[in-house]
Structure formats: C-alpha cells, structure tokens
C-alpha cells in the first residue's frame, strides 16, 4: 500500500452553535493544520501514486477558500454546528471529487485546530 500526505497551514475563524461550550461558542479564530493523505495500491506508469502537482493546486485553491474566512457564513456550514469533525468531512468529500486519479483507492483529511486537537475523515473510492 502506497501513501502520500501533503500538509497546509491557514487560519480561519467560527463559532459553535446548538450548545453551550463556553468561549467556543464567541467567534474566534484557529490556526488549522489541513493532512490530505492519499492511498493506493498500484503506481502508475511514470512510478507516482498521483501527479503532486495537482494535489497541491487543488489543496492550495481549497485551503485558499477557508482562509481568513468565518466557517459560519460559508454555504457548505448552513444549518450546521461548524464543528472540527465537519469540516473534516467537507474538506475530504471536496478534494476526494477534485482529485480524479484512478489508482487513489482512499482519502483522508486530518485537521488540526490546535497543538492537541485533531479529527480526521476519510473516503473509500
């Protein structure tokens, strides 16, 4: 099994909503660490599990998207707490339809929101 991970930093702010956690629940900004980590089997005729130049345009133009941005006024967010564990989710789905390499058998998209909290999303294809 083959695996590739490419690493971003950027900083985006939100706010929880639906409970109360505190000072979570005030806007307020994370320095995010975004792991896009891809899998497969079988390389392909030039010896790449995937052209490195496309995932990182695509992860460049995705992390491009959130920076500096609130999380709570994006489309994808509507109607939803902007939790750590969402955000992985939407960020994995989105680049997993963006990246079109046929031997990526898997995703995953790890995110940290700080030195000691991450959550992690992944996708069969």
Same mark, same amino acid.
């Given at each position: 099994m083959?695996?590739?991970?490419?690493?971003?930093?950027?900083?985006?702010?939100?706010?929880?909503?639906?409970?109360?956690?505190?000072?979570?629940?005030?806007?307020?900004?994370?320095?995010?660490?975004?792991?896009?980590?891809?899998?497969? $089997?079988?390389?392909?005729?030039?010896?790449?599990?995937?052209? &490195? &130049?496309?995932?990182?345009?695509?992860?460049?133009?995705?992390?491009?998207?959130?920076?500096?941005?609130?999380?709570?006024?994006?489309?994808?967010?509507?109607?939803?707490?902007?939790? &750590?564990?969402h955000?992985?989710? &939407?960020?994995?789905?989105?680049m997993?339809?963006?990246?079109?390499?046929?031997?990526?058998?898997?995703?995953?998209?790890?995110?940290?929101?700080?030195?000691?909290?991450?959550?992690?999303? $992944?996708?069969?294809?």
């Open positions: 083959y695996k590739l991970a490419v690493q971003r930093n950027f900083v985006a702010q939100h706010f929880l909503i639906g409970g109360d956690w505190g000072s979570e629940n005030e806007w307020h900004s994370h320095h995010y660490r975004v792991e896009l980590r891809l899998e497969g $089997r079988e390389l392909d005729r030039h010896g790449y599990l995937v052209d &490195i &130049i496309d995932v990182e345009k695509n992860l460049n133009e995705l992390v491009a998207h959130y920076r500096d941005k609130t999380l709570n006024d994006l489309p994808e967010f509507a109607g939803l707490n902007p939790s &750590i564990e955000f992985t989710r &939407i960020f994995c789905t989105t997993s339809d963006r990246i079109k390499a046929e031997n990526i058998h898997a995703m995953e998209v790890v995110i940290w929101e700080n030195e000691i909290a991450w959550a992690s999303y $992944r996708v069969e294809r």
